[in-house]
């Protein structure tokens, strides 16, 4: 093993590039393994700071292994994923979209478990070269064959194969997956360069805010510690300084004229080969699917002088995370957060609280219910209304249907008569105002899903402003959903309790009061495995519950499933709650 020097780690070739993964349960050896491999490497000098090492991998969640083996020399970009909690899915999401490779860490005496099985899956659907093979890291116990291996089989970014980037040839394409905030810099944004090169003091363009920003500096990430320099090729991964309107999943390209000369070149090939790609405007490379958020509470500030400190805030974590959505209730004025789950939410609170020294007071947390209809409706509205000087007249007609139970979406279409006759510009605020009313159901006010509205007839006076048009739209929308049947969809969680047998009767016996459904009970070594599904309403402080039931001997993993309609007691019940009845 020996060290390399600093041109070699900063400006490595790129065939000696591994950008990898180390991916584990919780408990399962990713850090030591780690460590180990640093170690052995010759980047760190003692092994034991695992606190530490654990330290810097939660503050940055990226780092640089530089290994030299025999008379190779291998720079590998380690993202590194240490969060295992179920509500931090989008972090482990955003890390394996810009890797090559992974070495899944597995503990032999826990087993397979159901989650390993899983987890493989979905890699192959990230596409990643996975690695597997025997180590026991404490000892010190195949981590060098770990490394070669690695250098061995797992690939360097240019055998890779990415069909979009191609289209780019030599200019830069590199995509955002990360965001933090530094105070001093403000905000830093992780990138993955997959062609050309990227300079410090340039202009970038960003295809996903159809806008140029200016890069102040490049960054190279070795964990906590940053090594300012001009440039950096494909393949790596770079921090920059200065991109303050990009967002995690947001492409960058050297120049608008540069996506357009992508563009043209994917058209041409489309149209010798009549591919649908002859329709695209712009070639983005895939960002990260977020998930819609099941939990929400509002957020106040102590005074009203820090509402503006809070909202700066509010926008800066968004920002780094796409998984935290923040709204303002159109009733009471309130801030809403809405998140992945309990510990989610209580995280960004203590980071409002720690990070930006405001604080702040969280309401009750709610489930994030969604509402659809339960059979077909017809409504006509009339909209009239003088401002000024101005009269605004607007009359329509619609119809909303339900779709399909598995649907999740929702659909609007016009008659084709009325489609005809009417302006773009009247067309537009007709389906703003179907898109607005989709937002608030007829029950509770949540979101709606599983309808398709069909327009019948838009009539309007001369001078009947857009806005009109979509307000009478909206109203006339809500008064078809409430003839239709409104009815409340929960979001249900894929449960799994792992136990020992003696304290199975107990979880059982906790499950049937929370209106859950046992799905299959399985062996694992002494210890039972309970699958089931359950209302997330249900599971609050479950974890609490949990260790009590057992005395600490279970652990637990939530999924979302699907949204289920609620049954007619059920839906009585939570609406007398939302009303202050119960």
């Known amino acids: 093993v020996r060290t390399l020097g600093f041109e070699a780690v900063v400006n490595p070739d790129i065939s000696k590039i591994r950008n990898i993964g180390i991916m584990a349960h919780i408990d399962a050896g990713k850090t030591t393994t780690t460590e180990r491999m640093l170690y052995f490497s010759g980047y760190t000098r003692a092994l034991g700071g695992e606190v530490t090492f654990r330290k810097i991998l939660r503050e940055r ?61 979905k890699i192959i659907n990230h596409n990643i070269n996975k690695l597997f093979i025997k180590l026991i890291s404490l000892k010190n116990k195949g981590v060098q064959p770990l490394l070669d291996a690695i250098t061995a089989y797992l690939p360097a970014p240019n055998e890779r194969n990415h069909d979009l980037v191609r289209w780019y040839k030599d200019d830069l394409c590199a995509l955002a997956f990360k965001v933090v905030h530094d105070k001093q810099r403000g905000p830093l944004v992780f990138v993955r360069i997959y062609s ?79 591919s649908s790609q002859r329709e695209s405007s712009s070639l983005a490379l895939a960002g990260v699917e977020v998930p819609e958020p099941v939990f929400f509470c509002s957020i106040e500030p102590p005074t009203l002088a820090k509402q503006a400190d809070l909202e700066h805030a509010l926008n800066c974590l ?22 992945m789950g309990e510990l989610h939410i209580e995280i960004i609170h203590d980071r409002i609280k720690r990070e930006f020294n405001i ?34 007249v607007v009359t329509v007609e619609l119809d909303v249907h339900a779709l399909m139970e598995s649907s999740t979406s929702c659909d609007m279409t016009f008659e084709e008569e009325v ?32 309808v398709k509205t069909v327009i019948q007839h838009v009539s309007l006076e001369s001078g009947t402003s857009a806005a009109m048009v979509s307000a009478c739209v909206s109203r006339c929308m809500l008064k078809a959903l409430k003839l239709a049947g409104g009815q409340v969809l ?37 210890n039972k495995v309970l699958l089931a599904t359950v209302p997330l309403a249900e599971m609050m402080g479950y974890s609490t519950v949990l260790r009590t039931l057992t005395s600490g001997n279970a652990t637990f993993s939530l999924e979302l499933s699907s949204y289920e309609p609620m049954n007619t007691q059920d839906q009585n019940i939570l609406l007398n709650k939302m009303a202050g009845l119960a």
Not at 86 to 102: I, Q
Not at 234 to 252: F, P, R, S, Y
């Open 196 to 274: 050309g090169s990227m300079k410090a003091q340039s202009a970038v363009y960003n295809i996903n805010r159809n806008g140029t920003e200016r890069m102040s500096r490049l960054l190279l990430p070795f964990a906590d510690q940053h090594i300012e320099i001009p440039s950096l090729s494909a393949g790596n991964i770079a921090l920059t300084v200065g991109l303050k309107q990009t967002v995690t999943g947001d492409t960058i390209v050297s120049s608008k004229a540069s996506s357009a000369a992508a563009v043209r070149r994917a058209q041409k090939e489309a149209e010798s080969k009549s």
């Open 61 to 121: 969640a990226i780092g640089m292994l530089t290994a030299g083996m025999s008379t190779r020399a291998v720079e590998l970009n380690v993202n590194f994923s240490t969060i295992s909690h179920v509500d931090f899915t989008l972090e482990v999401e955003r890390a394996l979209r810009v890797l090559d490779g992974a070495v899944a860490v597995f503990d032999a005496s826990a087993g397979v478990e159901v989650w390993q099985k899983l987890f493989v899956v």
């Open 318 to 339: 968004q920002r780094e995370d796409p998984s935290l959505k923040v709204r303002t209730d159109l009733d009471s004025g309130q801030t809403i957060l809405c998140g």
């Open 359 to 392: 604080e702040t007071h969280l309401g009750p947390l709610q489930v994030a219910y969604r509402e659809t209809i339960l059979q077909s409706a017809t409504a006509t509205d009339t909209l009239d209304r003088t401002l000024g000087d101005k009269r605004h």
């Open 419 to 450: 489609k005809t006759q009417l302006s773009a510009g009247v067309r537009e605020a007709v389906e703003n105002g179907v898109q607005s009313a989709y937002l608030q159901g007829p029950v509770l006010g949540f979101p709606v899903e599983g």
């Open 490 to 526: 929960e979001p249900v969680m894929a449960l799994e309790v792992t136990v020992g047998e003696e304290y199975l009767s107990p979880v059982l016996a906790d499950l049937a009061q929370r209106r859950g459904t046992v799905c299959d009970i399985q062996s694992r070594q002494e």
